[in-house]
């Protein structure tokens, strides 16, 4: 057996492939759903908490700054350990895909916090005053003036974050979340052949590759117009 | 333009539009305005004029609060601004600010920039907010640039919108902090032309800016300040031929060379 061979026989596999591809496809579906509202609920969440910041109230901020630090420090694995193996013991049993998404959400929230938090601040103080001197209130100025400009402004580390927190879905798999590379590695343990690994790679690929390109997309179609 | 003042009733003496009094501001320890009486009476427009560093932008941006006075107080038409439990946003929309570096909103377009507060702050509804902006615009000669973007308009034109989204709020007074300073010299004619119309128009406005020859040509009193003190308050003719202090003439003789 040639060398080709012999890692055709173990990536590309085609019997194996073939047999594995259905419960693959579905985990397909699990990750793309979590993925979209991990996304949705992190960023919404997030950008909510650095528009509280914006008020300083003294106590409030320390609150978002502590959650922030301790959720951008701590590996989500540990944390998504802890919910799924810890948190019943005190009475709290949530599923699999809730843990996932509960962790992961509250991660990218606290990375899009900082990262909205920073383009609040980079936005020139002579917006706050030109909108505050028409009679505009400090949320209305928020709203309206300055969350727009900052969140254009970071819209390259922000999809960076997503992406990257979005491909912690797998994760998952260690808590048995069905997701691709659960089914993957299940594949891989009842074939004893690691085409299925090579798959969930493809998946992957096709499946975030897109989000890459369209994030591209997104910070063309924002820049400012001149 | 009567729709400019909109609080205009006939007959009766009316207070003066802004009214400042025995304002101090300090910053920390520093000192930067120090006793300032002022008076800007209806109609009228009075220029500022001062080295750099002698309060002139600061006692601007205590007439609508930008800046909190350290003590003393301002009168809008009889209305004291600094009172306990006024309403500071429904006190700016009757004051007018134009900056010195414009600050347009640049995810907006000229149209937008103007009807922003129109539709947020008088809560109008589209149409009529569209049609007073277009009547702002038309106003400033930029009617054709609505669907322009800041990023897309000279220094000049920026000025202008910015002009045009303080008065569609129709104000009682309009503050003009250095509009032309960040201009460049073939652009500061535009701008000047806009507030030359704006004074036909008998909208009362204070202005800070550097440019002498504008001042003398339009300006209804001319007030000249140094350390945070007003050293000299009169009429163009007086101020730029006789002035009474000393320092004003070091500063005109500096200013002509």
């Known amino acids: ?40 609920a992190g960023i919404l969440l997030g950008t909510a908490l650095a528009c509280l910041r914006a008020y300083r109230i003294a106590p409030l901020s320390l609150l978002i700054v502590v959650f922030a630090d301790v959720f951008r420090s701590l590996p989500p694995l540990v944390l998504i350990l802890m919910g799924y193996f810890g948190l019943p013991n005190v009475g709290f049993t949530l599923s699999a895909f809730a843990v996932l998404f509960v962790i992961l959400t509250l991660t990218l929230a ?36 300055v969350l727009p400009q900052a969140v254009r402004m970071v819209i390259p580390p922000l999809t960076n974050r997503a992406i ?27 074939s004893g052949n690691a085409s299925p690994l090579l798959l969930a790679s493809a998946l992957y690929v096709l499946l975030f590759l897109p989000l890459v390109i369209a994030s591209r997309r997104l910070e063309a179609r924002f820049a400012w117009r001149t | 333009m009567s729709e400019m003042n909109a609080t205009d009733r006939v007959g009766g003496t009316k207070p003066p539009t802004l009214q400042l009094s025995g304002l101090h501001k300090s910053f920390g ?32 941006r205590c007439c609508n609060r930008l800046e909190e006075p350290s003590a003393g107080s301002i009168f809008l038409e009889g209305q004291d601004i600094c009172a306990r439990g006024v309403d500071l946003d429904k006190i700016r ?105 704006l004074k036909d128009l008998h909208m009362t406005m204070l202005v800070v800016s550097h440019e002498m020859a504008f001042a003398r040509e339009a300006a209804d009193r001319v007030v000249f300040m140094a350390d945070g003190r007003i050293v000299e308050d009169a009429p163009p003719e007086q101020f730029f031929t006789q002035p009474s202090e000393e320092s004003t003439r070091a500063f005109l003789a500096r200013y002509s060379a």
């Open chain 2, 93 to 197: 929309r009757r004051i007018g600010m134009v900056f010195q570096s414009f600050n347009l909103y640049p995810h907006l377009d000229a149209r937008r920039n103007v009807t922003l507060a129109l539709r947020k702050v008088l809560k109008l509804g589209r149409d009529e907010a569209d049609e007073r902006a277009t009547s702002a615009l038309d106003r400033v000669g930029l009617a054709n640039r609505a669907d322009h973007y800041p990023g897309q308009l000279s220094g000049g034109q920026q000025q202008r919108v910015a002009i045009a989204r303080a008065i569609a709020l129709q104000p009682v007074v309009m503050l003009f902090d250095e509009p032309t300073s960040a201009l460049d010299p073939e652009l500061v004619g535009e701008v000047i032309a806009v507030m030359r119309e």
């Open chain 1, 1 to 40: 057996m040639s060398a080709w061979d012999r890692f055709a026989e173990t990536f590309l596999n085609g019997e194996v492939l073939a047999r594995y591809l259905p419960s693959i496809l579905g985990g397909v579906w699990v990750t793309v759903e979590l993925s979209l509202l991990i996304v949705v």
């Open chain 2, 29 to 60: 320890t520093v000192e930067v305005l120090r006793e300032i009486d002022l008076t800007v009476e209806r109609g009228q427009m009075v220029f500022v004029l001062g080295r750099s560093g002698s309060g002139k932008s600061t006692m601007l």
């Open chain 1, 164 to 190: 990257a927190i979005t491909k912690m879905t797998a994760l998952g798999s260690v808590i048995g979340v069905p997701d691709i590379l659960n089914q993957a590695t299940t594949a891989q343990s009842f």
């Open chain 1, 110 to 145: 606290a990375f899009t916090e900082e990262i909205v938090w920073a383009g609040i601040t980079a936005t020139p103080k002579g917006q706050w005053e030109a909108a505050r001197s028409t009679g505009m209130g400090f949320s209305q100025t928020l709203v309206w003036v």
